[in-house]
Nanobody, 131 residues
Framework: QLQLVESGGGVVQPGGSLRLSCVTS????????IGWFRQAPGKEREGVSC????????HYADSVKGRFTISRDNAKNTVYLEMNSLKPEDTAVYYC????????????????????????WGQGTQVTVSS
């Protein structure tokens, strides 16, 4: 059974850093796109950063470019999101999602938030940026 488990969220001051982890199990990464999404209170879920395994493409939302870095450890079946220079507007529940047969990371990041019934989603981890 395909599972995604997020961890690493917490409370941090503006300018601080956090590293989120998404441990995957139950499937091979071949032909999958895996990404990080977030949803703030009262707002729609949005793509933050995604990686497409088949073409190794990576996408970042404009709001996080230069501050966030997505990476993967194949041996640990884990995808990370390193978040630096955090801002209060980064406060949200962060979710990991995986789905098959995407052309590239950007398409997955943009479309997947509107496809909550497709692919697989983790339970989310709360990130709060506050002084």
């Amino acid at each position: 059974q395909l599972q995604l488990v997020e961890s690493g969220g917490g409370v941090v001051q503006p300018g601080g850093s956090l590293r989120l982890s998404c441990v995957t199990s139950g499937f091979s990464w071949d032909y999958y796109a895996i990404g990080w999404f977030r949803q703030a209170p009262g707002k729609e879920r949005e793509g933050v950063s995604c990686i497409n395994i088949s073409d190794n493409s990576i996408h970042y939302a404009d709001s996080v470019k230069g501050r966030f870095t997505i990476s993967r450890d194949n041996a640990k079946n884990t995808v990370y999101l390193e978040m630096n220079s955090l801002k209060p507007e980064d406060t949200a529940v962060y979710y990991c999602s995986a789905d098959q047969h995407w052309m590239d990371a950007r398409n997955f990041c943009v479309a997947q938030p509107r496809r909550l019934g497709y692919g697989s989603w983790g339970q989310g981890t709360q990130v709060t940026v506050s002084s």
